[in-house]
T-cell receptor, first 115, second 112 residues
Framework: DTEVTQTPKHLVMGMTNKKSLKCEQH?????MYWYKQKAKKPPELMFV?????LSINESVPSRFSPECPNSSLLNLHLHALQPEDSALYLC?????WGAGGNTIYFGEGSWLTVV | GEDVEQSLFLSVREGDSSVINCTYTDSSSTYLYWYKQEPGAGLQLLTYIFSNMDMKQDQRLTVLLNKKDKHLSLRIADTQTGDSAIYFC????????????FGAGTRLFVKA
């Protein structure tokens, strides 16, 4: 069962709000990812967690704060976002990180609108 | 840096074959992938090929890899309207810190 579940599916938030996106996988994968996708563009990597430790931060603004409470869960905390942050946020996981054969499996995404 | 390129649009008639092409630059790529994204959805892994293979077939899907030319293609036989989606080619770049590098995506439109 290759399933990554994300909640909520849709989120509308004001620029002063604090909200969180949640992601869960039960495939025993040890690497988890956040990607951002704008319309008609490929996904852009934001963060990579490997064995619950942050391995990669692609120079993401601090208004996005990732958290990995355990190997199955990944959160993305949002605060003081801008309208241009509106996008589809995709969570993904893979067996491992840092080697050549780690196929990434994506969730259905969370649609974020900042007003 | 590492780059993956795809044509942006393909239109075919229902029942015809579709061929989506992709070129990549990283010769150290070990795995190459095809993902499908339907409107409003996440990316679904369709198939992948290891770099020491030339071809992989999975039901209606055929992946061809020309490692010398760094060219990857996805052939969909008997294309259906449900195949209308964006198809992303991707590679795991060995020289890119093992990040997955995505192409811009090819939008496939299937006419009934």
């Amino acid at each position: 069962d290759t399933e990554v579940t994300q909640t909520p599916k849709h989120l509308v938030m004001g620029m002063t709000n604090k909200k969180s996106l949640k992601c869960e996988q039960h495939m025993g994968h040890r690497a988890m990812y956040w990607y951002k996708q704008k319309a008609k563009k490929p996904p852009e990597l934001m963060f990579v967690y490997s064995y619950e430790k942050l391995s990669i931060n692609e120079s993401v603004p601090s208004r996005f704060s990732p958290e990995c409470p355990n190997s199955s869960l990944l959160n993305l905390h949002l605060h003081a976002l801008q309208p241009e942050d509106s996008a589809l946020y995709l969570c993904a996981s893979s067996q491992d990180w840092g080697a050549g054969g780690n196929t990434i499996y994506f969730g259905e995404g969370s649609w974020l609108t900042v007003v | 840096g590492e780059d993956v390129e795809q044509s942006l649009f393909l239109s075919v008639r229902e029942g015809d074959s579709s061929v989506i092409n992709c070129t990549y630059t990283d010769s150290s790529s070990t795995y190459l992938y095809w993902y499908k994204q339907e409107p409003g959805a996440g990316l679904q892994l369709l198939t992948y090929i290891f770099s020491n293979m030339d071809m992989k077939q999975d039901q209606r899907l055929t992946v061809l890899l020309n490692k010398k030319d760094k060219h990857l293609s996805l052939r969909i036989a008997d294309t259906q309207t449900g195949d209308s989606a964006i198809y992303f080619c991707a590679e795991i770049s060995g020289t890119g810190g093992f990040k997955t590098i995505f192409g811009a995506g090819t939008r496939l439109f299937v006419k009934a």
